[in-house]
């Protein structure tokens, strides 16, 4: 326990539990840079940030043989909260004197170690053990202070990003003036605030009318319409207002002539194949035995320089992903889900159903993302743009599938999140059911918003964001600012 940690506790537990577990938050953030600067400048003539029992106690003065500890704030607005940091650093001391300095507001406040002001310290110090020592930290629950907090962005970055809402039940969604209002079929009612909403998508059977669409359109709010199984039908896309011309042009130009399509379809397909290459050395690091899969898809892999168009790429890229997909049964711990082969239409087993359902939301997750960039994404590199909806999601949704998808899919059978009675089973085919979906998109989502801490980058970033600049380094690549290079995980 240190001051420091006590005053954090005062403002925020999680806070706290971060500082004492050695996690700092942005260093350059405004106001750590400024506090620091009015407690250098200040009380040049004193004894300044003195350490003790890993705090630093700002300005230590003494006056006529009596020692005093001044703590240097540069707002008076967390002054109860820098009264029990300087309590603390009194008490460790044993001063009985301290002082609260706002060079700022020119204000002094006096802080006496009285007994009652020890007992409350004591408390205080007692809890604020008890949560530090926890395992995990607290939940981050916003509050004035997380705009200005240096962890603002740890705990934030992901929740900042506008949400999705899901539709599983049958029912009629409704514009009620600015606000959606969706009635499902037992008259149940629920209001969807818009304001921070990006897409919906809908999995049951819903009703709803122009004045619905146009609401979306104004909000920029994105519909997708999955089928009874789970598979994505279409969107309801808003409005382009980011396209521009330039930029659609440009994606044309780099289409048409198969040079430069060729280059850019193999860096889909060289992103997707070392990110499965990574999956499959994180399982081979547990214990399993998968040396001679990962040698056969480098060997492949290697392929890929001579290969000089698309139908030779597309086998290519099939026949690794064959042996990835082989290399399944190996990492999958429940012999519910054994994998014999891909098939698609329609899925026939379990595995394949949670393969395609994971599919159809990363290509609706980078199709929401594409719709934030200047990108059309009808016109894609290594999927044939002809009459097909949408094909550039297809192909950045390659890189991303066996770092968000599989590892999801792994997880939900490893973890037994995910079992056999969250299918159903068809005529002929096999699919997830409503409860699966639900838990698999739970997961997915958690998936999606987790951080990850890139050598380039100095903060965290969410898989969402990773896709977002994903779609921002193919712009520049097309602009001919930058050469393209794909998203590999560094793990
Ligand atoms: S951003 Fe908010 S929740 Fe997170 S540590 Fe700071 S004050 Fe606490």
Redesign the pocket.
């Known amino acids: 326990m240190t001051g420091s940690v006590l005053q954090a506790y005062m403002?925020?537990?999680?806070?706290a539990w971060?500082l004492a577990h050695q996690i700092t938050?942005e260093s350059d953030n405004d106001l750590l840079v400024i506090g620091r600067l009015i407690a250098q400048d200040s009380y040049s003539k004193d004894k300044k940030e003195l350490k003790i029992f890993d705090g630093i106690v700002d300005v230590v003065r003494n006056e006529k043989g009596k020692i005093k500890i001044i703590e240097v704030k540069k707002s008076s607005k967390s002054s109860e909260s820098a009264k029990y940091q300087l309590l603390f650093y009194m008490w460790k001391l044993s001063v009985k004197e301290g002082e609260i300095r706002i060079p700022k507001e020119k204000k002094i406040i006096k802080v006496f170690l009285t007994n009652e002001n020890e007992k409350k310290l004591l408390l205080l110090l007692e809890e604020a053990e008890k949560v530090i020592n926890n395992k995990v930290p607290p939940e981050?629950?916003?509050?004035s202070?997380?705009k200005t907090?240096?962890?603002?962005l740890?705990?934030?970055s992901w929740k900042n990003m506008k949400e999705s809402v899901y539709i599983f039940s049958n029912g009629m969604l409704k514009r009620q003036d600015n606000t959606l209002l969706f009635i499902d079929s037992n008259n149940k009612k629920k209001y969807i605030p818009v304001e921070n909403l990006k897409e919906i998508l809908v999995f049951g059977e819903v009703d709803f009318n122009k004045r619905v669409l146009e609401l979306l359109s104004q909000k920029e709010i994105i519909l997708s319409l999955f089928n009874y199984y789970g598979f994505y039908v279409g969107s309801y896309y808003p409005r382009e207002h980011y396209n521009s011309g330039y930029m659609i042009l440009k994606q044309a130009e780099h289409y048409l002539d198969i040079n430069k399509r060729i280059i850019i379809a193999k860096k889909f397909v060289e992103g997707a194949v070392k990110n499965s290459v990574k999956n499959l050395k994180y399982y081979k690091r547990r214990e399993k035995d998968l040396e001679s899969e990962i040698s056969e898809i480098m060997t492949k892999l290697n392929k890929l320089n001579d290969v000089s168009n698309i139908p030779k790429l597309m086998q290519i890229e099939g026949e690794i992903k064959k042996t990835y997909y082989k290399s399944f049964n190996k990492i999958i711990e429940n012999e519910s889900f054994k994998f014999e082969k891909r098939n698609k239409r329609p899925p026939i087993d379990r595995i394949n159903a949670l393969i395609s359902f994971s599919n159809s939301i990363i290509y609706n997750a980078v199709l929401r993302e594409i719709y934030s960039t200047h990108l059309d994404p009808r016109i894609g590199f290594l999927h044939y743009t002809n009459f097909r909806r949408f094909s550039l999601n297809l192909d950045i949704a390659e890189i991303f599938k066996p770092v968000i998808g599989d590892k999801v899919i792994f997880k939900v059978i490893n973890k037994g999140i995910i079992k056999e009675r969250d299918f159903e089973k068809d005529l002929n085919r096999i699919f997830l059911n409503n409860s699966g979906k639900r838990k698999f998109i739970e997961e997915i989502e958690k998936r999606m918003g987790e951080t990850i801490k890139l050598k380039k980058f100095k903060n965290k970033v969410s898989y969402r964001i990773l896709i977002r600049m994903e779609l921002y380094k193919l712009e520049k690549h097309l602009l001919g600012e930058d050469i393209y290079k794909p998203f590999v995980m560094e793990w």
């Open positions: 403002i925020c537990k999680r806070q971060l938050g981050p629950v916003q509050k202070y997380c907090c240096s962890y603002n740890f705990c934030w």
